[in-house]
């Protein structure tokens, strides 16, 4: 288990996501990384039946491939914060029992799935985001397995991307690192870096959750506006800058 | 040559007769019939006596009738043995100089082979070992078990790192390190020697049942791999002391294994590993491809 960091990768005007996953993988199998199976992250989510005035809640349930027996489960009240939660894959059945209290908003059921690659101690994931069948945009993951802690590999893990995508990634740590909230012992929110802590499988389940839940609000955005696909690039925080030739950004080492 | 060969057994004959008269004389009488066997004793006596005269007699007229030879007689080596011993005339000096001047120099050079031999750090065999034991006044395999403690303890480590010290094999001390959270090892010490090193990720399973088995990344088995170079460099019999921190201070620069980029390419990855190698003076990072270009 190592670090994960999630990339959106903006779509240029004109060309399918089939394609760029296609040239990316190319790309990194030229590298000399290998082809190591497929993999499938997935998110459901219910919503509570409002009673007596609370507020309703959701529960958001996700599926990871590289943790095939484990269901995860985030409940999200509405204001910020979250319960977390790791439960065999069982929990799904549980889910079904509930139906008099969540309902399954079946409309957002959102994945991510695509094919896994190795290069030395990484892990790539190309993933294509479907919702309902209907293609969203393309997430990358990036794994470093050896390293447990963010801020030890983030240079390296951006080197990296940077190398095989071609675009500039931020020298920042991902927001969901910087964003973090936690509970202190007075029983307070505060913010909390996360980046010295040690990772967690949960903390992937959680950035696939901030991106999906960004991908969904978009979806309204795109609704509302009546179509915006030139807001596609900033969608999660993918870095202020534009896209790259894949040339004039080599592969970190290689030369 | 026969007159010469018949004295030479007269001679013989000679000394063979006076040897058993002596003999004779040295028994005695054997005591009983007093005047009878002293009597006998008389007459053998004179008989003998008698004999050895004649042949006295024999042998003085047989050299009486060797004739001086005209040529020397041909006697192998044996002709040398009267011959000149003058040193002057044998020129032995020169050639015991030389010789001497020739051990002398084996004497030298072989001190400094095995100067120079004694300096190849990477041999480590036992018999090697033992040999030096004999010669130097300490032992490093006998050692004190609080002694390995006691040197641990005094090694200055930075903050991030810890030690644990166990002796799973009786006596001999094995060491648990864990630097941040970046990795662990164990060092498996004989005595103060270093005489094995484990990396493992620090999410891996380190415990003292299995020490030998591999960590699943590459980049642990690539800075394993570097750490038994490493162990082979600071290997010192006559410090080891002196060996083992610093040892332990460049393993401890591994701290910023994921955090520093190669000093020579300024990259991070070369080959999907960061730089995996610490100089081992300068504690600087290279990649492996890049250390020695």
């Known amino acids: 288990m190592g670090v994960t960091v999630l990339q959106p990768y903006p779509l240029p005007e004109g060309k399918s ?119 969203k945009g393309i997430l990358i993951e990036i794994e470093y397995r050896p390293c447990v802690t963010l801020s030890y590999c983030w ?60 991908y969904r609000k978009h979806v309204q955005i795109h609704g509302a506006m009546g179509g915006g696909a030139s807001s596609v690039g900033t969608v999660g925080g993918g870095g202020p800058g534009g896209v790259l030739l894949p040339s004039s950004v080599g592969m970190g080492g290689r030369s | 040559m026969d007159k010469l060969n018949l004295t030479l057994t007269a001679v013989k004959n000679l000394r063979a007769n006076v040897r058993q008269c002596f003999e004779h004389l040295a028994d005695g009488t054997d005591g009983e019939g007093v005047d009878e066997s002293r009597n006998k004793f008389v007459y053998d006596f004179q008989d003998r006596f008698g004999a050895i005269n004649s042949q006295l007699r024999e042998v003085e007229q047989l050299i009486n009738g060797l004739q001086v030879p005209p040529t020397a007689y041909h006697l192998g080596n044996t002709t040398f043995l009267a011959q000149e011993t003058s040193q002057d005339r044998q020129a032995l000096y020169p050639q015991l100089v030389n010789s001497y001047k020739w051990i002398d120099k084996v004497h030298d050079h072989s001190f400094l082979a095995f100067n120079n031999l004694n300096q190849n750090t990477l041999r480590r065999s036992y018999n090697y070992c033992s040999q030096k034991r004999q010669r130097l006044p300490f032992s490093s395999f006998n050692n004190d078990p609080d002694h390995i403690e006691k040197l641990l303890s005094e090694i200055n480590h930075p903050p991030h790192t810890f030690y644990k010290v166990f002796r799973p094999f009786g006596s001999n001390a094995v060491a648990m390190v864990t630097i941040s959270n970046v990795l662990k090892a164990a060092i498996v010490f004989k005595g103060v020697l270093i005489e094995w090193v484990t990396i493992k990720g620090y999410d891996e399973q380190l415990d003292h049942e299995d ?83």
């Not at chain 1, 319960?83 to 079946?106: E, N, P, R």
């Not at chain 2, 201070?249 to 000093?263: A, G, V």
């Open chain 2, 211 to 293: 020490l030998w088995a591999e960590s699943r990344y590459e980049v642990f088995r690539k800075v394993q791999e570097h750490a038994h170079s490493a162990m082979l460099h600071f290997f010192s019999p006559t410090l080891p002391d002196l060996a083992v921190k610093s040892y332990v201070t460049w393993l401890n620069s591994h701290i910023k294994l994921f955090l520093e980029p190669c000093k020579r390419c300024s990259k991070y990855i070369a080959n999907g590993l960061p730089p995996t190698w610490r100089d081992l003076r300068t504690l600087e990072p290279f990649h492996e491809e890049c250390r020695n270009s």
């Open chain 1, 155 to 214: 240079e390296m893990i951006r080197e990296m991307l940077q190398g095989f995508l071609g675009i500039n990634v931020a020298k920042e740590y991902p927001t969901y690192f910087t964003t973090q909230t936690i509970m202190n012992a007075m029983g307070q929110q505060q913010l909390h870096a996360k980046q010295n802590d040690i990772y967690e499988p949960m903390d992937t389940v959680k950035q696939y959750l901030e991106h999906f839940t960004n």
């Open chain 1, 17 to 135: 996501g089939a394609h760029i996953i296609d040239h990316l993988a190319k790309r990194l199998l030229s590298l000399g990384a290998t082809h190591a199976g497929q993999f499938l992250v997935d998110c459901e989510t219910f919503i509570s039946t409002p009673q007596h005035g609370t507020p309703a809640r959701a529960v958001h349930v996700l599926h990871n491939s590289e943790y095939p027996a484990s269901t995860f489960s985030i409940i999200d009240n509405g204001n910020g914060k979250q319960v977390a939660l790791v439960a065999d894959s069982i929990f799904d059945l549980l889910m079904l029992k509930m139906t008099s209290t969540f309902t399954s908003k079946k409309q957002t059921k959102i994945e991510s799935r695509g094919a896994r690659f190795e290069y030395g101690d990484f892990v790539i994931k190309l993933g294509s985001v479907t919702m309902m069948e209907h293609f």
